[in-house]
């Protein structure tokens, strides 16, 4: 079974890669393709999946500040939007399903969440969890994760452990945890704290009787701002990535429809749409530009795993037909083979209707989404991770007039504490390179990894004519000839220049040396 999962979900990942889709639609449908065959659902998929989302979730803690929950056009659009479908989604379901009022309003709550998997996943993949829209993204997602709590407490017959209070205390013991981090080192030990941490704070909140999902972000979220924040997500991402491989596969293999049900999930499918739009016309109502109104809606136009939950639920109370449970887990997996390409292609969609959205926008702007002022700069670094403050380090040597941006906040305030004069900025945004005065500016070096980000603001620039030296990154020989043709004066590969500069660096101390001797 675990060879045949494995096979099954590689080939038809491969071929969703090839085709222009995310690999994540080929793992759910290798999913459904063994369940056609005849391939029952093993409890160690079940335990496989539910490890991968907890250290998903634990990833986006580490990346997320608990402040940005208390901005009202996260909690206010999330609570706004849930309000709304649960209302009309009730109706529908009553309509559609012929289920109770309660197990209709019920479900219509539960299907009104947004998947945190599939949204966490796609803007970790683009680089976005950091962006405006990413961090409103992800900030809804934990709004709609809280309610969830309190859904499946109402639900279940179970009900929240005495002992849950004792977990208002767990913030104390963050100094020990960042304390054991410290003394993890590099290497195997980093991987096994950060499982365990991420597999152990969802233990401890399900023996709570509270969401284990949300236990594991929250144990993230406490190790938010450590200076190993970063590291001990990249270790951890190999490991999540093959865990959540089971996730999508566990989905598929949930059951085949009847036409019942068929007709069922293809009613709620056309509801997901209106889903989107009430997002995307809360979040401009509350100031955001449309663009990232757009763009947060995108991602978070999709069903929720938690219906199947809550679906799950239900059935062992008896409050729904077992065939229920199939409409949840295929409405849950076909949003996401509806959301994932949508995601994919949302830039492009945005390029082509965003005109008309523009129209919405409110006059005054969100103080994220305000233009930056480079003032006197001559030199802008985009990207201020180790190769752009490195960069910047050199060119204030050099008495250089200077300015970096970055998309994350927390290189954007460890580079402030440096002395650097640095900027928020998405690079992504077309509108950013639009409004950017450039005419000061005698050269921009773009020192980001994304490959396609380069591409676009190389491209952005010479098209508003800028005349300065543009330079860039690159990581891989092959990349060199597309960043020169999208615009870009020259490019230098990572590790050629680290040898460069580290023979340079070492010959130089050797001829100081002889000189000293002689």
């Known amino acids: 079974m675990i060879a045949i999962g494995i096979g099954g979900a590689l080939l038809l990942g491969l071929l969703a890669g090839r085709i222009g889709l995310p690999p994540l639609v080929g793992f759910l449908a290798s999913g459904f393709l063994l369940s056609a065959l005849g391939v029952q659902k093993t409890p160690w998929l079940g335990e496989l999946a539910h490890a991968g989302v907890l250290l998903l979730l634990f990833a986006v803690g580490l990346k997320l500040r608990f402040k940005t929950l208390l901005r009202h056009e996260v909690w206010g659009s999330a609570l706004a939007h849930l309000f709304v479908t649960a209302v009309v989604g009730a109706v529908l379901i009553y309509w559609t399903a012929g289920q109770s009022w309660g197990a209709a309003v019920v479900m219509a709550l539960a299907l009104g969440f947004s998947s945190t998997v599939l949204a966490a996943k796609v803007l970790e993949g ?42 208002l205390f767990l913030p104390l013991a963050r100094p020990l945890i960042a304390k054991l981090l410290d003394y993890c080192g590099h290497g195997e030990l980093l991987v096994l704290f950060g499982a365990g941490l991420a597999l152990g704070g969802g233990e401890l909140f399900a023996h709570a009787g509270l969401s284990s999902e949300l236990g594991a972000l929250l144990l993230g979220v406490m190790l938010a701002d450590h200076r190993r924040a970063q590291e001990l997500t990249d270790v951890l991402w190999g490991l999540q990535e093959l865990f959540l491989v089971g996730f999508f596969l566990d989905i598929g293999l949930s059951g085949l429809p009847t036409w019942e049900t068929f007709r069922t999930t293809l009613w709620l499918l056309l509801f997901l749409p209106l889903q989107g739009v009430l997002f995307l016309l809360l979040l401009i109502a509350s100031g955001l530009r449309a663009r990232t109104s757009f763009l947060t809606a995108v991602s978070l136009t999709t069903y929720s795993e938690f219906a199947l939950i809550v679906a799950n639920v239900e059935l062992k109370n008896g409050f729904v037909d077992p065939q229920w449970l199939v409409v949840a887990a295929l409405t849950v997996a076909l949003s996401f083979v509806v959301a994932a390409p949508l995601n994919a292609f949302a830039q492009e969609l945005y390029r082509r209707i965003g005109p008309w959205l523009e129209k919405l926008e409110r006059d005054k702007r969100h103080p994220d989404d305000e233009p930056i002022s480079l003032g006197s700069a001559e030199i802008l670094i985009v990207g201020m991770g180790r190769v752009g403050s490195g960069a910047y380090e050199y060119l204030r040597r050099q008495s250089a007039n200077i300015v970096g941006v970055d ?91 680290a040898g460069v500069g580290f023979a340079r660096h070492t010959y130089e101390s050797l001829a100081g040396d002889d000189r000293a001797t002689g």
Not at 126 to 145: C, F, K, P, W, Y
Not at 430 to 448: C, E, G, H, T
Request: glycine share 6%; with cysteine; charged share 25%.
């Open 407 to 497: 998309s994350d906040p927390a290189k954007i305030e460890s580079n402030i504490r440096a002395g650097r004069r640095v900027a928020y900025a998405d690079m992504e945004d077309p509108s950013f390179w639009q409004l950017l005065n450039i005419d000061r500016l005698k050269a921009i070096m773009l020192a980001v990894p994304d490959m396609q980000a380069k591409l676009a603001a190389a491209r952005a620039l010479r098209a508003r004519g800028f005349k300065g030296l543009l330079s860039a990154t690159h990581l891989y020989p092959e990349e060199y000839r597309p960043i020169i043709e999208a615009g870009c004066d020259v490019s230098y590969n990572y590790y050629t220049e």
């Open 126 to 167: 683009n680089r976005e969890l950091r962006s405006v829209h990413g961090r409103v993204a992800i900030g809804i997602l934990i709004v709609q994760d809280l309610v969830a709590v309190v859904l499946l407490a109402v639900v279940s017959v179970e009900t929240p452990s005495p002992y849950a209070l004792g977990l």
